[in-house]
């Protein structure tokens, strides 16, 4: 069965860095975008990167760009988040994403605290 299982996540100073990791089995990889999301204490879930199948083609919300970056190792079915200069509003639960067969699969998510 598919399964994603994020880790990563921690409680980090603002400015400091972190990079989340998912890992991914159960389907083929390789042949599939991954997107992370976040979703903050009383906020709607939101969609912070997506990275296409072959990992050149990336986008990110406005809020990270320049900050965060997504990136894949299909060799290894994991996803990354590396999360650069982290701001207070970055404070969320993140989850690693899939779309497969036009059914959305999650991973059970990873906290991330941003507080000095």
């Known amino acids: 069965q598919v399964q994603l299982v994020e880790s990563g996540g921690g409680l980090v100073q603002p400015g400091g860095s972190l990079r989340l990791s998912c890992a991914a089995s159960g389907f083929t990889f390789s042949m599939y975008y991954m997107r992370w999301y976040r979703q903050a204490p009383e906020k709607e879930r939101e969609l912070v990167a997506t990275?296409?199948?072959?990992?050149?083609?990336?986008n990110y919300a406005d809020s990270v760009k320049g900050r965060f970056t997504i990136s894949r190792d299909n060799a290894k079915s994991t996803v990354y988040l590396q999360m650069m200069n982290v701001k207070p509003e970055d404070t969320a639960v993140y989850y690693c994403?899939?779309?497969?067969?036009?059914?959305?699969?999650w991973g059970q998510g990873t906290q991330v605290t941003v507080s000095s």
């Open positions: 990275i296409s199948n072959g990992g050149n083609s990336t």
């Open positions: 994403n899939v779309l497969l067969m036009r059914r959305v699969y």
